[in-house]
């Protein structure tokens, strides 16, 4: 795993400071995808923020870093509620598609480690068009919950 905790913050064009995030996202080393933690810029609540910057990839100057996502394009953050000491993440169908196993165990672990970056106090749990997430893809990948920890 790569830690890119000395790169410098990027921040989209049009956001304004409120915190940092630490925001996971995929680079090919050695011929093999590493994780790669980049910090953002960010405005409003943490883990929204965090979860968005991570959904809308990296920036162009990252693309031609050779920062890359196993994101889905088209996945859209459809939630976060919050209820007690557990918050639920939803998100759309998008993000369970597509992929072989290497893929769709990348994106997990993408989102995983966003969200733990993001929030520490609470549990977090993943769904997909409202359902919690047990299994990921046609592969059956094993969805641990909470996914941040």
Request: aromatic share 4%; glycine share 14%; charged share 25%.
């Amino acid at each position: 795993m790569i830690l890119n905790d000395d790169a410098p913050l990027t921040q989209r064009p049009g956001a304004t400071s409120g915190g940092v995030a630490t925001v996971w996202f995929v680079r090919t080393v050695a011929g093999e995808p590493q994780l790669f933690a980049v910090k953002r810029k960010f405005q409003g609540r943490r883990l929204e923020s965090s979860l968005q910057e991570l959904i809308n990839g990296p920036t162009d100057a990252e693309l031609k870093d050779g920062v890359g996502s196993e994101i889905p394009r088209g996945t859209v953050l459809l939630g976060v509620h919050r209820e007690g000491g557990a918050v639920e993440v939803d998100l759309s169908k998008r993000f369970a598609g597509g992929g072989g196993i290497s893929s769709l165990e990348t994106r997990l672990e993408q989102v995983a480690r966003t969200l733990k970056d993001a929030e520490t106090k609470n549990d977090v749990f993943l769904g997909v068009e409202g359902k919690r997430l047990a299994l990921l893809g046609g592969e059956g990948v094993e969805v641990k919950q909470p996914i941040n920890k």
